[in-house]
């Protein structure tokens, strides 16, 4: 286990993007004689009470600077790390989010790589798998850390709330650096942080809709811990990159495009998901809509299908018209196997219509579907597995 050190002070960006963690928090009668129940409210039109609580919560160990004039001019002072906060134009429940959310937080990176060292972004629980994928896509081969989280109870809720942790965790890890080999290292990519664990952006997956302990990553290993408060990194897990010096992800490397790849204007859908079911009839789907996208097949077990009439048959007349088929399993651990394939061992197919059959094996059921998003058109897509 490395060795946590802070040899210099570290900015952060912290990305606001609405979600729990943002939500006003209001207390209303649900019917007369009640004693009053706290309802969640939409994400509040004004920032300015998050962020004042995300202060007074971080103060101790971190400076907070309004902007990147003030911090520029206060960055040899010595003082400890420090963070810079930028709420998206339109902060929004995550349920909501769509693609384009996705591109809109990679650009406020992208556009921000040379003027902080990592990036912490508060995100709505319900699609946070999605994006953190997402996120991780749009910017390959990062070198600065980029940490996703959230909360299942308002920053702004009196009483506990896990969104004050998940702030201070997120910062731990966003401003890590350890001594390996006689150079000082960070963490580098996107990363998941959520009740004390560090999880990789691609593997992540919401285990419950109401414990804190929301997100787990149970087809790969945790990252890191944040252990009494101090932030541990597990050497052979965490990738890490030299920060001798300032890194820069290469500009012709980001993903980043103006609109979705698959919107209105294009006429090409998203990818459809198709969790399998006893007795799934394919013919209640409109798969003929998504011969030019893909569907993404939460298979049963190892990647298992039924024998079915119903089922086979139209899989089989969607994929000869040029469609993409990718197989996760329904399950939170294991691997995606071939097996789906003795699902349909009396169907003719042909050298053409396999390769449009991808196995996900480790991948999860989020990541499959970012992937099928932003990459259809290309190689990365093209791969028989993913």
């Given at each position: 286990m490395a060795d946590s050190k802070r040899p210099r002070s570290r900015s952060v960006l912290v990305i606001d993007t609405g979600g729990t963690f943002s939500m006003?928090?209001?207390s209303e009668l649900e019917s007369p004689g009640s004693s009053g129940s706290k309802r969640l409210l939409d994400v509040g039109k004004s920032h300015k009470d998050v962020l004042n609580k995300l202060k007074s919560i971080s103060a101790k160990e971190y400076e907070y600077y309004d902007n990147d004039e003030e911090r520029s001019r206060r960055s040899q002072s010595g003082k400890p790390h420090s963070w810079t906060y930028h709420a998206l134009s339109e902060r929004i429940d995550s349920s909501s989010a769509t693609p384009q959310s996705w591109h809109d937080i990679a650009k406020v990176i992208f556009?921000?790589?040379l003027s902080f060292d990592a990036f912490v972004v508060i995100h709505g629980t319900d699609t946070l798998m999605y994006a953190s994928a997402g996120i991780t896509f749009l910017l390959p081969k990062f070198t600065k850390p980029v940490i996703v989280t959230g909360a299942q109870i308002p920053v702004l809720a009196p009483g506990a709330s896990d969104a004050v942790g998940n702030f201070l965790g997120s910062l731990a890890f966003a401003t890590w650096t350890a001594l390996l080999k006689g150079r000082l290292h960070s963490l580098k990519g996107v990363f998941v942080y959520f009740n004390t664990k560090l999880m990789r952006g691609t593997t992540v997956v919401k285990v419950d809709s109401q414990r804190w302990d929301a997100f787990d990553s149970p087809r790969a290993p945790i990252v890191g811990e944040l252990i009494e408060?101090?932030?541990?990194?597990?050497?052979?897990?965490g990738d890490v990159s030299a920060a001798t010096k300032p890194e820069v992800s290469d500009r012709s490397e980001l993903r980043v495009r103006p609109l979705p790849l698959y919107s209105e204007a294009s006429k090409r859908p998203y990818p459809l998901i198709i969790h399998l079911f006893p007795g799934i009839d394919l013919k209640h789907f409109?798969?003929?809509?998504?011969?030019?996208?893909?569907i993404i097949l939460a298979a049963y077990g190892s990647g298992n299908g039924p024998k079915l009439d119903q089922f086979w048959p139209y899989l089989e007349k969607y994929l000869d018209n040029g469609g993409l088929v990718a197989v996760v399993s329904e399950c939170l651990s294991g691997r995606t196997s071939e097996a789906y394939e003795a699902c349909i061992e009396n169907w003719d197919k042909t050298d053409e219509t396999d390769s449009r059959i991808a196995t996900c094996q480790y991948t999860t059921l989020p990541a499959a579907y970012a992937r099928a998003v932003l990459f259809l058109d290309e190689y990365e897509c093209k791969k028989r597995t993913w």
């Open positions: 006003e928090y209001k556009e921000n790589q408060g101090k932030a541990e990194v597990y050497d052979k897990r409109a798969l003929g809509e998504h011969t030019n996208s893909a």
